[in-house]
């Protein structure tokens, strides 16, 4: 094959800075659910009888859009046989992000990261690493340079932590408490 044929050599170098700002997300975050004090003050209950039906039915909503970016994710990169117009990636993905900021801003505001039960240990971490992921994934989109697998590998690592955040708060609280609202 000559020179001319050949695809042009992707290096990481692109992906250094989302990565890093990406991971200074994950550690800001979870300094500063450490170290600051606990208001164990619920807010933005609107609509809801207590935070924590709150937290639970926003995460299920962003769970439910975040299957959706799978979905559309997939008929975008040619794997579905079927087309489903980008604006419905680019527009679940913006409504599922929203969906997690209340809910972020109460686990961080109130609840602070804790670690004295697994699960939710596992809960604030995950939490802290999916804002990162998806910060590294968003500043690696525009993506010139950067190796074609970055945005399937940051979008299925932001879905898997996604995914593991509802098992461990959703999920939870449906079997253990209910269906409350």
Do not use: E, N
């Amino acid at each position: 094959m000559t020179a001319i044929h050949q695809r042009p050599a992707r290096g990481l170098a692109p992906l250094l800075v989302p990565l890093a700002v990406g991971g200074l997300v994950v550690l800001a975050l979870g300094v500063y659910g450490r170290a600051h004090t606990p208001t164990g003050f619920a807010v933005g209950v609107a609509g809801f009888s207590a935070a924590l039906p709150m937290k639970v039915w926003l995460t299920t909503g962003a769970f439910v859009l975040a299957v959706v970016q799978v979905v559309s994710a997939l008929s975008m990169w040619g794997r579905l046989g079927i087309a489903i117009p980008p604006a419905v990636h680019r527009w679940s993905g913006r409504l599922a992000f929203l969906l997690t900021i209340p809910v972020a801003f109460h686990c961080l505001y109130a609840l602070g990261l804790q670690y004295d039960v697994p699960r939710v240990l596992a809960h604030s971490l995950l939490g802290c690493f999916f804002y990162g992921v998806f910060t590294a994934k968003m500043l690696a989109l525009p993506g010139r340079g950067a190796p074609g697998w970055t945005l399937p590998v940051l979008g299925g690592l932001a879905f898997t932590l996604l995914v593991g955040l509802w098992l461990t708060s959703s999920f939870w609280f449906f079997t253990a408490v209910g269906f409350k609202v």
